[in-house]
């Protein structure tokens, strides 16, 4: 294990020093990651001023102390994996990664890790200003504050494997662009990014509690916020640890299967 | 005329040339429908708790998302990746050859590729706005639907001397690429009617990423509230923009023939 750590401490080094150069460009890549939920909390603040001030439990406030959280969640779960791995496959680079003694997840959680590292004080920045310009309205009990790092972590993991999975869909097809979007749509209207959850009929929130989506961005911003009873709270980490679970499973499973393929295919 | 020509000449060899992957043409008609229905799902949850959204009727929005995909579709379908185009070539020097070329070379590096089947996005726009308009019925008469068509064009030329001009940076900076992303995320916030946003907000999408010249300004004439004086403004910044563009881009192509020589 410490031999892993090693690995992981060396490996951050080089990847921080590499995403240094590019610093631009991963800011400009943030543009839209403020961008889209700063719309939504506009198109929603507009929404309760035509309806006198509150439409579904939210006031202006809620809706901008929402989407703040979620802005900062889905930055902090957020991956590019699945646009990276169609590139490995299709230009080859994968059998390099493939050689090396590492299974290649861990570089990929390393690499995340850093990119992270670099542009949370601009992400932080950003939500600041934002908090400054809109007045988010806040309801934090200790309890949920205490219960919302583990829900995040837990959401990260869970993200990371989930995307990490479905990026190995470049194994069987290099048009993975298609896969990718539909995905992007699934995740926009089942994690809560176009609108709160609870604000959609029943039917899309029971879809919304049965796939991965909620549990990797909008349950643990609904906890932070004080939206959920200790009983909702306990019940989501729980289902957070079965998707762990089972996408580790899942993981393993896609990963063999690519792998044999991706060689069959080189050879 | 001979613009025109050549301009269709170009045209056919990207079809041509695509035409060998149809299976390419159902996969982004499938990623349009996805974006399209992402963009009527998010009207049916806003809607569903409001008559108006900052002003606007849900069919004069529905408009607006048809304007939005009809504007994207020809930044997608000619003007994006002709444009990555020259940086590209800019970079690699290649763009020697066009300038050899017997022809105005901001011309020919405006049309040199078209991604053919990004019109699916620009017929999905047309369908939309289609149904805008039979639900806004008979209050768009042929007056109202003139003043529409100049501010489209008015936008398609801004937003394209705008894209031109960052291109044309290409020839003192060497990441290009990274500012067209800019466009393309501030691109998304011309989905809503700007005159929802905070003023930095619209002021930025104005005059630093010109995005509601073509996405809320047409579509604000489609509903009737475009003043005379807001069209002409519209069209002069067009105009304006143009011809800066065009010197901006000579500038650029004598530096590029300095560094070459």
Known sequence: MTGLAGIYVQQFKTTLASFAQYRAAIFIW???????????????????????????????????????????????????????????????????????????IHTDIVDNLSSKMLTLPLILVSAAVLAVLFKPVFHIRVWAAAAFLPALGLAFVVRFLVEWTLALAAFWTTRVGAINQGYYVAALFLSGQVAPLVLFPASVRAVAAVLPFRWMISFPAELLLGRLTPAQAAAGLAIQAGWLGLALLILKLVWRAGVRRFTAVGG | MKALKLFWIFFRVGVLGELAYPANFFLQLFESLLDLGTALGGLAVVFAYTQTLGGWKPDEVLALVGVFFLVGGVIRLIIQPSLERLIEAVGEGTLDFT???????????????????????????????????????????????????????????????????????????????????IF??????????????????????????????????????????????????????????????????????????????
């Open chain 1, 30 to 104: 943030m543009i839209g990651h403020v961008l889209e939920p700063l719309v939504f909390m506009i198109v929603w603040s507009a929404v309760t001023l035509s309806r006198g001030g509150s439409v579904g439990g939210f006031g202006r406030g809620d809706f901008a102390a929402y989407f703040l959280v979620l802005m900062l969640v889905n930055h902090a779960t957020y991956t590019w994996i699945m646009y990276e791995f169609e590139y490995r496959v299709r230009h080859g680079d994968l059998s390099f990664l493939l050689l090396r003694p590492l299974h290649p």
């Open chain 2, 184 to 261: 393309q995320s501030m691109y998304e916030a011309g989905r809503w009617p700007v005159g929802l946003y905070p003023r930095w907000l619209r002021f930025a999408l104005r005059f630093l990423v010109p995005v509601a010249f073509a996405t809320t300004v047409p579509a604000q004439a489609l509903a009737g509230r475009l003043s005379a004086s807001a069209l002409g403004a519209e069209a002069v910044l067009a105009v304006f923009l143009f011809g800066a563009a065009r010197l901006f881009w000579r500038l650029g192509l004598r530096r590029y023939a300095g560094a070459s020589a």
């Open chain 2, 99 to 181: 300038l050899t070329k017997p022809a105005d070379a901001q011309f020919l590096v405006s049309i040199q590729s078209v991604e053919i089947w990004r019109c699916t996005d620009i017929v999905l726009g047309a369908i939309v706005l289609g149904a805008a308009l039979s639900r806004l019925g008979t209050r768009v008469g042929p007056g109202r639907a003139a003043v529409f068509a100049a501010a489209l064009l008015a936008g398609l030329v801004i937003v394209y001397s705008f894209w031109l001009i960052l291109a044309t940076l290409s020839f003192w900076l060497v990441r290009v690429q990274n500012i067209l992303v």
